[in-house]
């Protein structure tokens, strides 16, 4: 296709826009050229984009002119922030208002903001069902991306709101797979009741948004939500005992005990699971499997995500 619209790919090398990029090229006739920002442009995962096409830019979140070079000419742009790098929502709220005002200047004709609720919508920070973290949040991670939808909506960039949901890969990346207890038998442990919880494949985070940009301008100013699945905890055990060839127990621990593990983050998690477990009906309505998988046909069942990747998710 002549003169195919460029598409600046934030975190192209990352997990989310990985997918994204991928299916860029995945599609030469899809009249769209993958720009790929990265830190690293040196790095193995940027050149191996590069020997496939891409044109590779280096940038930073934290540099708003390298920004703002970054989507010069863009037509498209997915913009997302990686909260677990610095623990920080004050960085990462800073860090999307720097990609909005980019796109805003540079003229971007369609944004895709991968971001998830603001929990003090429902959970207010004088509501003591969960404890009040940093100050000013509920669930930090959460409410930072939330909160940053303004930035984008207030300087009246064209943007898609990708409300995106627990994704399998923290199994093999984040430590949150099954853990070994004292009796030697493998669990799952964390807050969720018996509550289903929205889970999709980071990759399929990247082909929905890809289908979005497909649709075009019936997106813009809309909210997206995807899952691929949404199960509960004895489920996903069900799940990963096939796979891991040994049994997963599915352990409900309280809150406050999962908040306690210590481990950077837990009470930041052990919020998040708690409000998928009492809002469950909201967080589940607001992301629709079908909807994912008219954007992107290609979608994973748990089943399909486990039987690639189970082999990779760590286990002691």
Not at 108 to 136: F, N
């Amino acid at each position: 296709m002549n003169n195919p619209r460029i598409i600046a790919v934030v975190g192209a090398t990352g997990a989310q826009g990985g997918g994204l990029a991928n299916a860029i090229l995945d599609d030469p006739d899809g009249g769209f050229r993958l720009r790929a920002i990265t830190r690293k442009p040196d790095g193995e995962r940027a050149r191996a984009l590069a020997a496939r096409g891409a044109e590779v830019v280096a940038a930073d979140l934290d540099d708003a002119d390298s920004m703002h070079r970054a989507f010069e000419g863009a037509y498209g742009a997915f913009c997302l922030t990686n909260f677990w790098e610095h623990f920080s929502p004050e960085k990462e709220m800073t860090q999307a208002r720097t990609m909005a005002k980019a796109a805003h200047a540079t003229g971007v004709r369609h944004v895709i903001w991968s971001t998830l609720e603001d929990t003090r919508d429902l959970v207010p920070l004088t509501d003591d069902r969960m404890p009040t973290l940093m100050g000013e949040y509920k669930v930090p991670h959460l409410d930072a991306k939330g909160a940053s939808n303004r930035f984008f909506s207030e300087l009246g960039v064209p943007v898609t709101f990708l409300y995106t949901s627990f994704y399998w890969d923290n199994y093999v990346s984040f430590g949150a797979g099954p853990q070994r207890g004292p009796d030697g038998a493998l669990a799952l442990a964390f807050p969720l009741g018996s509550a289903r919880m929205s889970c999709i494949a980071a990759v399929d985070i990247g082909r929905c948004a890809y289908g979005i940009l497909q649709g075009g301008a019936p997106y813009v100013g809309r909210a997206v939500g995807i899952c691929s699945e949404q199960l509960t905890g004895h489920e996903l055990a069900a799940g990963l005992s096939r796979h891991l060839g040994e049994p997963v127990h599915y352990h409900d621990v309280p809150p406050e005990v999962y908040r306690s593990f210590g481990f950077p983050g837990a009470d930041d998690l052990g919020n998040m699971f708690q409000y998928y477990r009492d809002f469950a009906d909201e967080c589940c309505t607001m992301r629709d499997p079908a909807v994912a998988r008219r954007l992107n046909p290609r979608l994973q069942s748990f089943e399909q995500w486990l039987g690639e990747h189970a082999k990779h998710i760590p286990i002691s």
